[in-house]
């Protein structure tokens, strides 16, 4: 480790505010979204959750971040981990865990980037999302300063990686996301300088293994698989590779052109690839076979959902679905409040939630106002206005969602469930 390196965890274990000593996730709970677009990658729940109509569309809670970000939140237990970033240049790195309870936050830990901080205006530092395996959490920011720590906010691990690759960065942000797969961390940082992806024993925060990357700016986040061997899943313009999770052992490619913003699914058996259309992968049949293509299910800048067996796909103010089994498309919607999406959708037992960059919410399912249709017909159930800018996918957990402005962390939850206020800080 360099010494900056030491220098910089050292100040991170200085900087814990309001710990609470005993609150450790031991285990990921079946509620738990550890990820970005959730524990599988779907964007899906089969949880009621609120939608317009109900009381619970107005916040149980809203608390304030330490700093701004675009990063989605994840939720461990009953905590609600989110970063953010701030001082000068957006130096200044925040990772943080708030009660799901009643907002309340339960620690704070700081860090000084090492790496490139300088992002476009509408994104952050604090870009990529965190990920946890229920019992860590790691942490990237567009600098590319990783760090790990225990569910209680405790300290484990810290990584500069751009002082290892000190070309990489670019000024719009490096927002692709960590994930974790059997105690491997995988990161892919692709830019117009030193593009590669690595795989980091999460135990220890040593590299594994280093692969380069083409030299062009890319934001899709890498997927863990099961072929049935743990694999990680990295795609760009010039095709998909598939990686040997502890090893870096390339696997397989698949000569495709995926997209450089959206980010494949995984939904066993196929893989979902987005680009021109989505095309699908079986990647538990031999040589990995094409099992559909449809050219209708453009993505721009969201990744696809999977939900009660249909591919759904946000195209703006679009939002269409196909057949997950066949690929036919079943029907589109338009939502007329809809303008600017960022933020990939989210899907539950109540609905699909598209979050508008302005903070509009809209909801879309069958029937209308939240009454149920015998027709099947898909349509705009109704919106929501929340304080904006908004880019973050949302995480749902017990029947809850939480909604992440870029300076703020709102929970809508039913009024059984929110009856708490927000603890004063």
């Known amino acids: 480790m360099h010494f900056s390196q030491r220098f910089v965890f050292a100040g991170l274990i200085a900087a814990g505010i309001g710990l609470v000593p005993g609150f450790v996730s031991q285990n990921a709970f079946a509620s738990d979204w550890l990820q970005f677009r959730g524990s599988d990658t779907t964007s899906s729940s089969s949880e009621v959750t609120p ?30 981990v989110v970063t953010s970033s701030g001082g000068e240049d957006e130096r200044d790195l925040y990772i943080e865990a708030f009660s799901a309870l009643d907002g309340s936050r339960l620690w704070l830990r700081t860090l000084h980037a090492l790496g490139r901080p300088y992002t476009h205006p509408t994104s952050a530092n604090a870009s990529p999302s965190p990920a946890s395996d229920g019992e860590k959490i790691v942490a990237l920011f567009s600098s590319c300063d990783l760090v790990c ?22 000024d719009v942000s490096m927002s692709s996301s960590p994930v974790i797969l059997d105690d491997v961390v995988a990161v892919q940082l692709e830019n117009q300088g030193d593009s590669f992806s690595s795989g980091i024993d999460l135990e220890t925060g040593e590299t594994l293994w280093t ?21 990680f899943v990295f795609q760009n313009a010039d095709g998909i590779e598939l990686v040997a999770a502890r090893s870096g052992e390339l696997l397989a490619t698949l000569d495709i052109s995926g997209s450089t913003t959206s ?11 987005p680009g021109d259309g989505i095309t699908a992968f079986n990647l538990r049949e031999p040589s990995f076979p094409i099992a559909w293509e449809n050219s209708r299910l453009k993505c721009r800048s969201v990744s696809p959902v999977v939900h009660n067996g249909q591919v759904i796909v946000n195209q703006g ?33 109540s609905g699909i939630y598209v979050v508008d960059q302005s903070g509009t919410i809209t909801v879309v399912g069958e029937g209308k106002s939240g009454e149920e249709s015998d027709t099947g017909k898909v349509d705009v159930l109704g919106t929501a206005e929340f304080t904006g800018p908004m880019l973050a996918t949302p ?24 009856e708490s206020k927000p603890a004063a800080e």
């Open 149 to 170: 720590l225990k569910s209680d906010g405790t300290p484990l691990w810290y990584r500069a990686l751009a002082v290892d690759h000190p070309r990489t960065g670019n």
């Open 395 to 418: 995480a749902v957990s017990d029947g809850c969602i939480f909604l992440r402005s870029d300076r703020s962390l709102i929970k809508l939850a039913h009024s059984t469930a929110s």
């Open 211 to 231: 692969r380069p990357r083409p030299r062009r700016s890319g934001w899709a986040t890498p997927i863990a698989v099961r072929l049935p061997d743990p694999a």
């Open 51 to 80: 939608r317009p109509g109900d009381d619970s569309m107005q916040p149980a809670w809203e608390v304030a971040t330490s700093g701004r970000g675009i990063s989605s939140p994840i939720v461990i237990g009953d905590s609600v």
């Open 263 to 273: 980010s494949p699914t995984w939904a066993p058996p196929l893989l979902l690839v």
């Open 317 to 349: 103010s679009v939002i269409a679905a196909a057949d997950f089994t066949t690929g036919e498309s079943t029907w589109k919607t338009r939502m007329r409040d809809v303008k600017s999406v960022w933020a990939t959708p989210i899907a539950t037992a």
